[in-house]
């Protein structure tokens, strides 16, 4: 399991997803952005990173109050529940999300009506300026080519404070397997299905994540780590001016 063959293909797939597809059927992508609700709740882990490397560390710090920059809107349920999991915890949590795609940003911006302290901006990252303590993305780093990749690390340093919190797709065979099982189940009349063996294909190695960070500022700031089931993710801590910067690996190393 652990040769060459586990790992297929041996590169990224470029094969663009249906979703994507600016002038694709908005139903669907309304039905698929539910759909993905589900999976973000069940398998995508991101809850976990985000309590771990962004609540638990503004609460260790002792901040009343966080900004966070949340890349790819989607249906705008992992910025709602990280605004009620850090209210929970008496921590105030304002989640400015950005989608490029403007049917996107229609459902965030219908989903998340009356939320407060969270606003929804149609934009990309790279015209986004200004500073949060907190960038994170959720399955969004898949959809972009290796130097897009590069570009938004880099661009991300200008807009951070704090921390960045990627989280992704790992590329395995038993990703595929599961995935395909799950969602013959749970994922109909949506581009859920096709898109999500197109997007795990489209995914990563750890080390073909460590490489395009190793390209950028964050090299010597940012770690990779893996979660199950079929998870990697990127975790690094901005350069401050006041003190040295603290690896997350041995808190990356912690999280099962």
């Not at 960038?135 to 704090?162: E, T, W």
């Amino acid at each position: 399991m652990g040769g060459r063959g586990f790992w297929y293909p041996p590169t990224r797939l470029s094969t663009p997803e249906l979703m994507d597809d600016l002038s694709g059927d908005a139903e669907l992508l309304e039905r698929t952005l539910t759909q993905l609700d589900l999976v973000n709740r069940l398998l995508s882990r991101v809850r976990t990173l985000l309590l771990r490397f962004v609540i638990r560390d503004a609460i260790e710090r002792g901040a009343p109050e966080i900004t966070v920059l949340d890349v790819g809107a989607g249906g705008g349920d992992v910025a709602r529940w990280l605004v009620d999991a850090g209210r929970r915890r008496g921590l105030r949590v304002r989640v400015t999300c950005i989608d490029s795609d403007p049917r996107a940003v229609a459902v965030a911006t219908d989903r998340l009506a009356g939320v407060d302290g969270v606003d929804v901006v149609e934009a990309s990252v790279f015209d986004v300026h200004g500073r949060w303590d907190y960038v994170i993305s959720n399955h969004v780093l898949h959809h972009l080519s290796d130097d897009q990749i590069v570009d938004l690390l880099d661009h991300s340093l200008s807009i951070c404070s704090r921390r960045i919190v990627w989280n992704d797709l790992l590329r395995s065979r038993l990703s595929v397997v599961g995935f395909a099982a799950f969602a013959s189940v749970t994922m109909h009349r949506s581009f859920g299905r096709a898109d999500g063996l197109v997007s795990i294909l489209r995914g990563f190695r750890p080390p073909e994540l460590r490489t395009l960070i190793d390209r950028t500022a964050w090299r010597d700031h940012a770690c990779v780590g893996r979660l199950p089931p079929g998870r990697v993710y990127v975790v690094g801590d901005a350069p401050r001016h006041d003190q040295p910067v603290r690896s997350s690996r041995a808190d990356s190393r912690s999280i099962r």
